[in-house]
């Protein structure tokens, strides 16, 4: 009889941990809340425009690839890939930096804003692609059990680079505060103001500037679909539409989860939906963390959303575009250290149709709009107008064009939504930061210290943000559950 494992969500690491289980012979079943898989990945199809909802920057093809191999596979036999060129562009108020598709043209870029800072920018970048090759090859695949984790021959000779940070390094090396801005911009991705992430995790700069931007055709949602696919052939069964309201602990192990009133029986239970809620899911004894333990945890920022279907192509931008034209250090003031609306917020908009046109229809254009803001703000219809009037009037702006009278129809997703559709804590977006008290064995376990056979997966425990670290998050949990049962 084959062991049976609930998992709770369908996001990257519930999907992937399904298929690491599924290939080593367990009986595993999805109970995704929402209609469609993808968790915070989902697709929003409207009038002939498509919108990927969550995540639309794809770095580090190398883990997505190494995914797929580990089935036999390959991205290519689901998607299809293609490097943008440029990467993406920086908006500032004066001037926009063009980031390029190779160290050889973001070199010219930054000699162009700082001459004789390609130099510096070289030996960075090496520093963070040895930093890469340790995080990714070596520390990302432990499951954060103990601190020995991080104890390598290679991080020994690298351990001020933990507690150092990542602006200090930067700012050390280049004075320009534009350069600054860009090259601080990739950390971002782990939830934390630069000045409070290790200075080791610069192996996002590498992943930035070496390996590049990449789009699969289609969208994100495409590796939803294929990692669906993958997990559909090697036997996990999918249910959609279906919430779980309770996992139900006996004699202190994990036996089942309830879902409308029904019991449903487990041997093991999986959570890869947000681990604050799925801690509520079991009574109160049986809570390994504390409402206060959670209080004090640094979230990474929520985001108002904004996705807007033109009826034209628009002017002056790239697929990816940053707008830098305020102050950098007040917008993470006002997400980290004093949580308000920002005054003056920087923003992201993404036009995924400039590459892919079948994004949007013909002579149109896809726009996806993202303003970091604090996690459990208020977020009321019109707090989402006001500040749409205010990135908007800095878009025509800065991009030297009207689209008011172009918008076909505009929808935002906010605070109240990541907790409705996600049972996000505090309506975060990307989970829990990278800092240096919140990095590897200080991250929430995998397993469940007080209840057996219940584990976790996804962005608030190992190793962290981000679609990449979700993958192996659930390859790292799947080892566990397999050790556990010891099957062959």
């Known amino acids: 009889m084959k062991t049976s494992i609930a998992i709770i969500g369908s996001g990257f690491s519930s999907l992937s941990a399904a298929c690491y289980l599924a290939q080593q012979n367990f009986d595993v079943t999805i109970f995704e809340k929402n209609s469609t898989t993808g968790g915070r990945a989902r697709q929003l199809i409207?009038?002939?425009?498509?919108?990927?909802?969550?995540?639309?920057?794809?770095?580090?093809?190398?883990?997505?690839?190494?995914?797929?191999?580990?089935?036999?596979?390959?991205?290519?036999?689901?998607?299809?890939?293609?490097?943008?060129?440029?990467?993406?562009?920086?908006?500032?108020?004066?001037?926009?930096?063009?980031?390029?598709?190779?160290?050889?043209?973001?070199?010219?870029?930054?000699?162009?804003?700082?001459?004789?800072?390609?130099?510096p920018l070289r030996a960075f970048i090496s520093k963070a692609q040895d930093n890469y090759n340790i995080a990714i090859n070596k520390i990302v695949l432990r499951p954060g059990l103990s601190p020995l984790e991080l104890v390598t021959p290679e991080t020994i000779t690298r351990v001020d680079q933990f507690f150092k940070t990542i602006s200090s390094e930067v700012r050390k090396n280049f004075?320009?505060?534009?350069?600054?801005?860009?090259?601080?911009?990739?950390?971002?991705?782990?939830?934390?103001?630069?000045?409070?992430?290790?200075?080791?995790?610069?192996?996002?700069?590498?992943?930035?500037?070496?390996?590049?931007?990449?789009?699969?055709?289609?969208?994100?949602?495409?590796?939803?679909?294929?990692?669906?696919?993958?997990?559909?052939?090697?036997?996990?069964?999918?249910?959609?539409?279906?919430?779980?309201?309770?996992?139900?602990?006996?004699?202190?192990?994990?036996?089942?989860?309830?879902?409308?009133?029904?019991?449903?029986?487990?041997?093991?239970?999986?959570?890869?939906?947000?681990?604050?809620?799925?801690?509520?899911?079991?009574?109160?004894?049986?809570?390994?963390?504390?409402?206060?333990?959670?209080?004090?945890?640094?979230?990474?920022?929520?985001?108002?959303?904004?996705?807007?279907?033109?009826?034209?192509?628009?002017?002056?931008?790239?697929?990816?575009?940053?707008?830098?034209?305020?102050?950098?250090?007040?917008?993470?003031?006002?997400?980290?250290?004093?949580?308000?609306?920002?005054?003056?917020?920087?923003f992201y908009a993404n036009f995924p149709s400039v590459t892919d046109k079948s994004m949007a229809p013909i002579d149109c254009e896809t726009g996806f709009f993202l303003i970091p803001i604090a996690p459990n703000l208020d977020d009321n219809e019109k707090l989402r107008q006001q500040y749409f009037d205010i990135i908007i009037n800095r878009f025509e702006k800065l991009t030297a064009q009207n689209v008011r009278g172009s918008i076909i129809f505009k929808e935002s997703f906010c605070v109240n939504d990541f907790i409705e559709q996600?049972?996000?804590?505090?309506?975060?977006?990307?989970?829990?930061?990278?800092?240096?008290?919140?990095?590897?064995?200080?991250?929430?376990?995998?397993?469940?210290?007080?209840?057996?056979?219940?584990?976790?997966?996804?962005?608030?425990?190992?190793?962290?943000p981000g679609v990449p670290p979700s993958l192996i998050s659930g390859k790292l949990v799947s080892e566990l559950i397999t050790k556990q049962f010891k099957l062959n």
């Open 46 to 119: 409207k009038d002939g425009f498509t919108f990927d909802i969550g995540p639309s920057w794809y770095w580090m093809p190398d883990i997505f690839e190494k995914f797929f191999n580990d089935f036999g596979k390959s991205v290519s036999d689901y998607y299809v890939l293609d490097k943008l060129k440029p990467a993406y562009k920086i908006f500032f108020h004066d001037e926009i930096i063009t980031i390029g598709d190779c160290m050889d043209s973001i070199c010219k870029e930054f000699e162009r804003i700082e001459p004789g800072s390609s130099k």
């Open 175 to 346: 004075k320009n505060p534009k350069l600054i801005s860009t090259l601080e911009f990739p950390v971002l991705f782990l939830g934390a103001k630069p000045s409070n992430t290790p200075s080791f995790y610069s192996f996002m700069n590498f992943a930035d500037f070496g390996l590049g931007t990449w789009h699969p055709r289609g969208g994100m949602y495409e590796i939803i679909k294929a990692m669906t696919s993958l997990a559909t052939e090697l036997g996990v069964n999918i249910n959609t539409n279906s919430n779980v309201e309770k996992i139900e602990v006996e004699s202190g192990t994990a036996k089942a989860i309830r879902i409308n009133g029904e019991s449903l029986n487990f041997d093991v239970v999986l959570s890869g939906a947000d681990y604050h809620h799925s801690e509520t899911l079991l009574d109160l004894e049986y809570r390994q963390y504390s409402e206060a333990y959670w209080q004090k945890k640094t979230f990474a920022p929520s985001s108002l959303l904004f996705y807007v279907g033109f009826d034209k192509k628009l002017q002056n931008i790239e697929h990816h575009n940053l707008f830098f034209d305020t102050d950098f250090e007040q917008h993470a003031e006002e997400i980290y250290d004093s949580p308000k609306w920002p005054e003056n917020p920087l």
């Open 422 to 464: 996600y049972n996000s804590y505090k309506g975060n977006a990307y989970g829990m930061a990278n800092t240096l008290l919140q990095t590897a064995f200080l991250r929430p376990k995998l397993k469940s210290k007080k209840v057996g056979n219940l584990f976790f997966t996804g962005q608030l425990t190992v190793p962290g």
